[in-house]
């Protein structure tokens, strides 16, 4: 069974970066739309930027300007640079994706298991 995995969060201070990755664990024949969501504590999870394999990207309006979202197609791997993080960023991060494990599937979504970032001074 694939399963994404995500890399790279982490307890740091306000206004400073971090750098998260999303790959899946195994094969697959191809992705599709990719993208990050958070969980902030006592919320719901909400959608923090995606990208198309075309490279058209969204951002929710509390990341513009701080946050990039990028992909690398061949390796169906996905990156979120955060930048001038905020102590409201704190959340469960998760990566999305929809994909399809051979030629004859149908595209599935996909979740990992999240990664913690956590913003505090």
């Known amino acids: 069974q694939v399963q994404l995995v995500e890399s790279g969060g982490g307890l740091v201070q306000p206004g400073t970066s971090l750098n998260l990755s999303c790959a899946p664990s195994?094969?697959?024949?191809?992705?599709?739309?990719m993208g990050w969501y958070r969980k902030p504590p006592g919320k719901q999870r909400e959608l923090v930027a995606k990208?198309?394999?075309?490279?058209?990207?969204t951002y929710a309006d509390s990341v513009k300007g701080r946050f990039t979202i990028s992909r690398i197609n061949h390796k169906h791997t996905i990156y979120l640079q955060m930048d001038t993080l905020k102590p409201e960023d704190t959340a469960v991060y998760y990566c999305?994706?929809?994909?399809?494990?051979?030629?004859?599937?149908?595209?599935?979504?996909?979740w990992g298991q999240g990664t913690q970032v956590t913003v505090s001074s």
């Open positions: 999305s994706a929809e994909i399809k494990l051979a030629w004859n599937d149908r595209i599935s979504d996909y």
């Open positions: 990208i198309t394999r075309d490279g058209t990207t």
């Open positions: 195994g094969y697959i024949f191809n992705s599709y739309s």
